[in-house]
């Protein structure tokens, strides 16, 4: 749907897992397998490793579950001589509608740029996937009371840019906020903590692409979240849905999450 079809009201639930380094093709298919069919009204998205993706998406499709497949990172490029790298159009062919960006493992382990961030969501647009864009600070950055402006930072390097700030105007986008002290520490960040930086998220996005624009992007929360705190980090205003690592391993977890008030 483009952006324009959608009205304010229409703020998609979106639970989604980040499967990280974990399941391989057979663990993939099992999970899909063992995993009842989401509630009404939820969008499930999973992000498989990148070989796990084809087999994930026979079984999706052969289940007929409404799950959306993303790839949980992306090279800028179509193709070319860039050894280990997956293209937005390669994962796009194998299945994925999405694609997650500036993951903070990716920013951390692996020195992806505030640069590169940009490039691989403008890369995503090009081959038609949603980016997730994910944004959030460390715990040096939060007690040096610098939450806003690290998000700012991230947030202005992606839909600064005019083409990325027009396509991003267009083409459906997804944000995370992850604080990267939450992820995979067992620390969730309290509903008043994530209500502070999804209110803070709308509003910069409001400033960068326009208040209407802002109020339709989904704005999800990461960091530990498990089926007992979901239902409370949900009922959070700005909070539209949650990107969960460890607990989207087990079909039953994950289908608590999505199944949660
Ligand atoms: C993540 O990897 O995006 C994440 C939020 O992980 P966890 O739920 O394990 O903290």
């Not at 093709?25 to 992000?47: I, K």
């Not at 960006?101 to 691989?120: I, N, P």
């Not at 959030?136 to 839909?159: H, I, P």
Request: net charge negative; hydrophobic share 40%; with cysteine.
């Amino acid at each position: 749907m483009s952006e324009e079809q959608r009205g304010d009201g229409d703020r998609d639930r979106v639970i989604a897992g980040n499967w990280k380094m974990h399941h391989g093709p057979a663990q993939g298919q099992a999970f899909v397998e063992a995993l009842p069919e989401p509630p009404e009204g939820v969008r499930v998205l999973l992000f498989p490793p990148a070989v796990t993706l084809p087999a994930l998406h026979a079984s999706v499709r052969s289940s007929g579950l409404p799950i959306g497949l993303g790839i949980q990172n992306l090279h800028h490029e179509v193709s070319g001589a860039f050894t280990g790298e997956v293209s937005a159009e390669q994962a796009a062919e194998a299945g994925a509608e999405c694609a997650l960006v500036g993951h903070s493992e990716r920013r951390q382990l692996f020195g992806e740029t505030l640069d590169e961030t940009a490039r691989k969501v403008g890369a995503a647009y090009r081959a038609g996937l949603t980016p997730v864009l994910c944004v959030g600070e460390t715990l040096a950055e939060r007690s040096q009371g610098r939450l806003e402006e690290v998000l700012d930072r991230q947030l202005d390097a992606v839909f600064s840019p005019p083409t990325l700030r027009e396509q991003s105007r267009e083409l459906e986008v997804l944000v995370a906020y992850e604080p990267v002290w939450a992820i995979g520490t067992g620390q969730t960040a309290t509903p008043d903590d994530a209500d502070e930086a999804h209110r803070f998220i709308r509003a910069r996005l409001g400033e960068l692409l326009g208040e209407a624009h802002a109020r339709r992007i989904s704005i999800l929360y990461g960091g530990s979240v498990k089926p007992a705190n979901a239902s409370e980090l949900l009922a959070v205003p700005d909070v539209d849905g949650v990107l969960v690592g460890g607990a989207s391993l087990d079909p039953r977890s994950f289908a608590a999450i999505a199944a949660s008030e």
